[in-house]
C-alpha cells in the first residue's frame, strides 16, 4: 500500500513538471515560433499555448523596435581626417521565422553590419559634408541596412549619427576658421554701414549747398546738443569753407579794381611840407 501511495506521488509530480513543461505563454508583443523534432511547424500568436514536451521548442520573438548604440568608430575621411564617430540604430523584427532561421543572433548580425556600413557610408564623404550633411548620411546608412536585413527578418526604421569627435589640432583649426569667418562678415557689415553713411553724407551735403542756412541750421542744432551738459566751455568755429570763399572773392574784387583803374599823375603844385627857418611850409 505505501509502495502504490509512493508510486502516485511520483506520478503526480511527474504530471505537474510535464504540465508546466507544456504550458507556455506569449506575450502580446511577442510572437512565438515553434518546431518539432527540430521541424519547423510554424507560429503562435499571443496568448496561453501548449506544446508537446521534449517533443516542442517554442522560440519567443519580440516585435517591439530595439534601440542598439552603434559603438564609437575610427573613420579616415575622404579628405583623410581621422574621426570618431557613433550612432544610434533602430530596428524590428517583421518576420519572426526569418529571424530565427536566417541568422543565428540577430541582434549580433545587425550590431556588426552597423559598424561596418557606418564606416563605409562616412568614409566617403570630406569632413565638412560629415559635419552639415548628417541627415543624407543616416538616410544612406538604413537604406544599406535595410537592403542587408530584409533577409533576416528585420526592418530599419532610424539611423542616427550621435556624436562625432575630432582631432584637437582639426578643432583649434576649425575655430581659427569659424574666427576669420566673423571677422570677414564684421568688415564687411562696417564697410556697407560706411557707405551707406557717405552716400547719406553726400545727399546732406547737396541738400545744404541748394539751401546754405541749412548748414548754419545744422550747426545751431549741434550747439544744443552740446550746450546740455554746462561744465564744458564750447568753441563753435565759423564755417570754414564759406569764409575760405567769401575771403577768395573779395581777393579777386580787389585785384580786378587794381587792374583796371590806372594811378593817377603827380601833381608839381602839391605843397611838400619842409623845414623853414619860419615854421611855414614852403610850397613848390
Known amino acids: 500500500m505505501e509502495v502504490l501511495i509512493v508510486l502516485l506521488v511520483v506520478v503526480a509530480v511527474l504530471a505537474v513538471l510535464a504540465l508546466a513543461m507544456a504550458v507556455k505563454i506569449v506575450k502580446q508583443y511577442e510572437q512565438g515560433v515553434l518546431f518539432r523534432f527540430g521541424r519547423l511547424v510554424g507560429t503562435r500568436d499571443p496568448g496561453l499555448r501548449f506544446i508537446i514536451p521534449f ?14 548604440p552603434i559603438q564609437s568608430q575610427g573613420i579616415i575621411t575622404r579628405d583623410n581626417v581621422s574621426v570618431d564617430v557613433s550612432a544610434v540604430a533602430y530596428f524590428r523584427v517583421t518576420d519572426a521565422v526569418k529571424s530565427v532561421i536566417a541568422v543565428e543572433n540577430v541582434h549580433a548580425a545587425i550590431n556588426q553590419i552597423a559598424q561596418t556600413t557606418l564606416r563605409k557610408v562616412v568614409g566617403q564623404h570630406t569632413l565638412d559634408e560629415t559635419l552639415s550633411e548628417t541627415d543624407r548620411i543616416n538616410l544612406d546608412i538604413r537604406e544599406i541596412l535595410d537592403v542587408a536585413t ?15 569627435q575630432l582631432p584637437d589640432t582639426m578643432k583649434r583649426a576649425m575655430a581659427r576658421q569659424a574666427e576669420a569667418e566673423r571677422e570677414k562678415r564684421a568688415k564687411i557689415i562696417n564697410a556697407e554701414g560706411e557707405s551707406l553713411a557717405a552716400a547719406a553724407l553726400g545727399d546732406a551735403s547737396d541738400t545744404m549747398m541748394a539751401h546754405p542756412l541749412a548748414l548754419q541750421l545744422r550747426n545751431l542744432q549741434s550747439l544744443v546738443e552740446i550746450a546740455v551738459d ?9 564755417p570754414l569753407m564759406s569764409t575760405i570763399g567769401e575771403l577768395g572773392s573779395f581777393l ?22 619842409g623845414p623853414t627857418p619860419n615854421g611855414v611850409p614852403e610850397s613848390v
Open 55 to 68: 517533443v516542442d521548442v517554442l522560440h519567443r520573438v519580440s516585435l517591439r523596435i530595439v534601440t542598439m
Open 230 to 238: 554746462k561744465n564744458s566751455t564750447v568753441v563753435f568755429p565759423a
Open 252 to 273: 579777386a574784387r580787389e585785384t580786378a579794381a587794381a587792374t583796371l583803374s590806372p594811378a593817377p599823375p603827380a601833381d608839381l603844385t602839391k605843397t611838400i611840407p
Open 150 to 164: 530584409v533577409e533576416w527578418g528585420v526592418q530599419v526604421t532610424l539611423v542616427e549619427l550621435k556624436d562625432i
